[in-house]
């Protein structure tokens, strides 16, 4: 098994920046790529930002594109989002997942079968 726990998560002004973590535990292993994927009320979930085991290949949300970074330390199991310039739409619970298969790369959330708990990021003006 596999724990995925985020922090850093909080209440921001719009403007202002968080940089979310997500520690993995367990059997892990660093040939799997990560995702984060928010969820705000009344809204499905959506993939915010993706990155390969290797960290050679990103993904990003065209809405988040030149504000949010995803980076990941393999030798710490870890995986991080930087957000910058907040904005109010970015207010939502935002998760972090590892993917099923390894070295494979894919944005379709069926494809991430490990998932944290989730972390709140409320923006507020």
């Known amino acids: 098994q596999v724990q995925l726990v985020e922090s850093g998560g909080g209440l921001v002004q719009t403007g202002g920046s968080l940089r979310l973590s997500c520690a993995a535990s367990?059997?892990?292993?660093?040939?799997?790529?990560m995702a984060w994927f928010r969820q705000a009320p009344g809204l499905e979930r959506e993939i915010v930002a993706a990155i390969s085991w290797n960290g050679g290949r990103t993904y990003y949300l065209d809405s988040v594109k030149g504000r949010f970074t995803i980076s990941r330390d393999n030798a710490k199991n870890s995986v991080y989002l930087q957000m910058n310039s907040l904005k109010d739409e970015d207010t939502a619970v935002y998760y972090c997942a590892r993917m099923r298969n390894s070295y494979y790369f894919s944005t379709s959330q069926g494809e991430y079968n490990y998932w944290g708990q989730g972390t709140q990021v409320t923006v507020s003006s």
């Open positions: 367990g059997r892990t292993s660093s040939i799997y790529a």
